[in-house]
C-alpha cells in the first residue's frame, strides 16, 4: 500500500496550493497522517500533522496561519491547504501515515516569480 500525492506545481509568491494524500487501502479510521517537506539541499522536516482521533493538528512554525490540514474520511483523503506561498516554500512535499509506516512518492512545489 503506498499512499498517492497530487497537486504540486510552479505557482507565483502569495499565490496558494492545495495538495492531496489518497490511501487507496487501509481503512480511514485510525491514522496520524503527517506532510513533510525537503527543500534543495536540505533536511526533511515535519509541516503539519492531523490526528483521526479528535481531529488534533499541528504545524510547524514556518507555516502556521498560512497552511490548513485537513481530512475527508470518505473519500480517504487528507489535503494540504497551503496560502501565502513564499520562495522558501519550495520543496517536495510527502505525506505519510506514521502508524503503519507509509509514505507517498512526493510531489514538487515551486514558487518562484
Known amino acids: 500500500v503506498q499512499l498517492v500525492e497530487s497537486g504540486g506545481g510552479l505557482v507565483q509568491p502569495g499565490g496558494s496550493l492545495r495538495l492531496s494524500c489518497v490511501n487507496p487501502?487501509?481503512?480511514?479510521?485510525?491514522?496520524?497522517m503527517r506532510w513533510y517537506r525537503q527543500p534543495p539541499g536540505k533536511e526533511r522536516e515535519v509541516v503539519a500533522t492531523?490526528?483521526?482521533?479528535?481531529?488534533?493538528?499541528t504545524y510547524a512554525d514556518s507555516v502556521k496561519g498560512r497552511f490548513t490540514i485537513s481530512s475527508d474520511n470518505d473519500k480517504h483523503t487528507v489535503y494540504l491547504q497551503m496560502n501565502s506561498l513564499k520562495p522558501e516554500d519550495t520543496a517536495v512535499y510527502y505525506c505519510?501515515?506514521?502508524?503503519?509506516?507509509?509514505w507517498g512518492q512526493g510531489t514538487q512545489v515551486t514558487v518562484s516569480s
Open positions: 487501502g487501509f481503512a480511514f479510521s485510525n491514522y496520524i
Open positions: 505519510s501515515e506514521t502508524i503503519r509506516g507509509l
Open positions: 492531523i490526528h483521526s482521533t479528535g481531529g488534533l493538528t
